[in-house]
């Protein structure tokens, strides 16, 4: 009997003490920016920032196949749209369910060992295309912030290359994005804050700058068709803009095109792929996403 009991306080104290090194994913007052920047050359090879995107967790809940999730909103400059609902299981597990969908996936897992396969893991490029793959991991260790340690996982997918999971905080590339190198651009997380408590990428106080210092241009537009099929794009604009000049780059920052606007026509030809079309007029700036079919 008394062999009975030592094994029981073992394995409370056990539990107990793995439950007290967990940290958990937030389930309000979260903020997370993240920066796509396209790979510029010339004249010095950079990064060259052109579009931020944010999330935050607000504490407003929801219920999902009899779970409870919490909201996530896209919450960048002008925007405040349901993004999805994340769900942390407690036993090292993050779960996420995007917007018009009820079928969960695995985001995170902190309970893996080195070498292990991650099964079905859902990610998302920068342009919000999901996809579910397989990782491996392939290091295991901790981060202190604030004086709390934190697990952080290292994995590699294979076809996009390594990332990296901190507890509580997400992915440093992004909260769901996966490495994008084989576009030739640079994605990170640039800041997340809980309640007003700066986590990453050091610890401070204050909230996260979700323009990063972009001058966005005040005012509405949309380019239609997108996608276009035959590259030709009509700029419908919402407001009045004088003396509007544009750049068009490729993902690895070329420039394809540029000039004033002069007409609200754009013509890129038939070649498919992704674009960037960035728009001034001396007072800010605007980048928006255009794809060729």
Request: proline content about 4%; aromatic content about 12%; charged content about 20%.
């Amino acid at each position: 009997m008394k062999n009975i009991y030592s094994t029981l306080i073992f394995i409370i104290i056990g539990f107990a003490s793995r439950a007290q090194g967990y940290v958990p994913f937030p389930d309000s007052g979260a903020v997370w920016v993240n920066s796509f920047s396209t790979f510029i050359q010339t004249p010095f090879p950079h990064c060259e920032l052109t579009e931020v995107t944010n999330y935050c967790m607000y504490g407003e809940d929801t219920t999902i196949n009899l779970m409870t999730y919490h909201k996530i909103m896209n919450c960048s400059v002008g925007s405040n749209d349901y993004k999805g609902a994340i769900r942390d299981n407690g036993f090292g597990q993050v779960y996420f369910v995007p917007r018009d969908s009820s079928s969960e996936s695995l985001l995170m897992d902190f309970e893996v060992n080195v070498t292990d396969t991650i099964y079905d893991v859902y990610f998302e490029n920068f342009w919000g295309v999901p996809y579910i793959t397989d990782i491996e991991v392939i290091q295991i260790d901790t981060v202190i912030m604030w004086g709390v340690e934190r697990k952080r996982i290292s994995y590699d997918n294979g076809t996009y290359g390594p990332g990296t999971w901190i507890q509580g905080i997400g992915n440093e590339i992004g909260l769901f994005l996966e490495t994008a190198d084989i576009f030739d651009v640079c994605i990170e997380l640039e800041c997340m804050t809980l309640n007003d408590t700066i986590l990453w990428p050091s610890e401070g106080l204050g909230t996260c700058q979700l323009d990063l210092g972009i001058d966005l241009i005040d005012f509405d537009l949309e380019l239609i068709p997108n996608p276009s099929s035959d590259g030709v794009f009509k700029i419908q604009y919402y407001t009045t803009i004088d003396d509007l000049s544009y750049k068009i780059y490729t993902p690895n920052g070329q420039v394809v095109q540029e000039g004033k606007m002069e007409t609200d026509l754009i013509d890129l030809g038939s070649e498919s792929g992704i674009y960037f079309i960035q728009l001034s007029n001396g007072q800010g700036i605007l980048t928006r996403r255009i794809i060729v079919q």
